[in-house]
């Protein structure tokens, strides 16, 4: 039986389907979304109103932070500021270091194969002068720690890493990374850790970043909530003008509810990684594996230094949106590339980037799983993809 039941009955959506799609977005835990209704509902004060609502607010934003901080092994809550997701941190994080930098002559490093929200981010600052060099990565899509060391200047001020790349599932050596950047005391170190949290062991002290990014939908939380680990003494200078909120970084009533329902989600999905990751890693294997043996399918999430629940591949000569169109048919739900990407019709620039011919990048499908996710569902999607790759269309040559 194919089992993944998600409460959607309200929206009129499908009772039954194969959601494999949670590197777009997760559906929200049940008991996160109580969370966010009582918070919402009992404790709705402005945690900056100084009477007794407020204070009861801001006991809870600080109770949430410090939750944060403990699983993720950080000093301080007061380290974590709160944003409106992965795309505000590392906009506040990229923009608000170089900016509150205010040096004259800054060089800027990241790499190849980042979310929009951070290449576009150093796009714009290119646009505005400031110059950044996109390190590139090998054929399996990592970036080698000696290629950072390499691109580094003497007026280098700012390297940015993703941690664990949303397209291929690649985890680059953030920790290397880090270290060499320490090496230079100008040099802040940002890292996106928006796929990373709850798939990975992470210890942010031990990665030795200064910035690090995250986004609560990604694991169960709600949505238009995120934190940005900003470590002690980074100077950031905030995005936007106002009350001053979040240690003066983030102006904006802070979203409490969200922040609790957070701390929350962080703390289930971290007991899931713990205790049902071989499930994970089985079902994974077993999409690989059936994959490889179908002809026409290249799979471009490497075997090594990757999580399980990013696979990657394409069906040459067939498109990628046509294949999702045609899985969603029989209610599979997977993507081309990124969410934010995949309805323009641009193909990856981490799949490009790691050396994939436009030619195949156009068949990319991307298969993200979650702890929910089952064998059953696994086998029903292979055997929905075989009778796809029949019956769907190939893509015309030229
Ligand atoms: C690696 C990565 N960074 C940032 C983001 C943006 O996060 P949000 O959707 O919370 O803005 C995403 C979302 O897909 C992502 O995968």
Redesign the pocket.
């Known amino acids: 039986m194919i089992g993944y039941i998600v409460a959607i009955d309200e929206i009129g959506g499908s009772e039954l389907m194969v959601y494999f799609d949670n590197?777009?977005?997760t559906p929200p835990h049940q008991d996160v979304v109580q969370s966010f209704l009582t918070t919402s509902t009992r404790y709705f004060g402005n945690p900056s109103s100084l009477h007794k609502l407020g204070g009861e607010a801001e006991k809870l934003l600080h109770e949430a932070k410090r939750q944060v901080a403990r699983l993720l092994h950080t000093d301080k809550p007061s380290e974590w500021i709160l944003t409106?997701?992965?795309?505000?941190?590392?906009n506040l994080a990229i923009k608000g270091a170089v900016y509150g930098a205010k040096r004259e002559e800054q060089h800027l490093i990241t790499t190849t194969i980042?979310?929009?929200?951070?290449s576009e981010t150093f796009r714009q600052l290119e646009e505005k002068g400031f110059d950044v060099t996109y390190v590139d990565v090998d054929e399996d899509g990592f970036v080698r720690p000696e290629a950072i060391e390499e691109a580094i200047r003497p007026h280098t001020t700012f390297v940015s890493v993703?941690h664990?790349?949303?397209e291929i599932g690649t985890v680059q050596p953030v920790k290397k990374i880090a270290q060499l950047c320490k090496g230079y005391r100008r040099i802040t170190f940002h890292s996106?850790?928006?796929?990373a949290i709850g798939k990975v062991p992470i210890d942010i002290t031990d990665l030795g970043v200064d910035l690090y990014?995250t986004?609560?939908?990604?694991f169960k939380g709600m949505?238009?909530t995120?934190m940005l680990y900003c470590k002690e003494g980074i100077l950031l200078s905030p995005l936007f003008a106002g009350g001053q909120q979040e240690g003066t970084f983030r102006s904006g009533t802070q979203n409490v509810p969200g922040a609790v329902a957070m701390a929350k989600a962080l703390r289930l999905v971290e007991e899931k990684r713990q205790n049902v990751y071989s499930d994970l890693h089985e079902i994974s294997s077993y999409i690989r594996e059936k994959l490889s043996k179908i002809s026409d399918i290249v799979i471009h999430s490497p075997s090594k230094q990757v999580v399980p629940h990013i696979l990657n591949f394409s069906v040459v000569g067939k498109k990628g949106e046509v294949l999702v169109h045609a899985l969603e048919e029989a209610d599979i739900y997977v993507s081309t590339t990124?969410?934010?990407s995949s309805k323009k019709s641009s193909l990856s620039e981490t799949l490009l980037a790691k050396g994939v011919s436009p030619e195949v990048a156009k068949g990319a499908l991307r298969v993200s799983l979650s702890y929910e996710n089952t064998l059953e569902e696994a086998q029903y999607f292979i055997e929905e993809l075989h009778r796809v790759i029949q019956t769907v269309q190939s893509v015309k040559r030229k």
């Open positions: 590197s777009a977005t409106s997701g992965g795309t505000e941190g590392n980042e979310h929009p929200s951070v993703i664990v790349n949303n996106d850790g928006v796929q990014t986004s609560a939908h990604k949505k238009g995120g990124s969410a934010c």
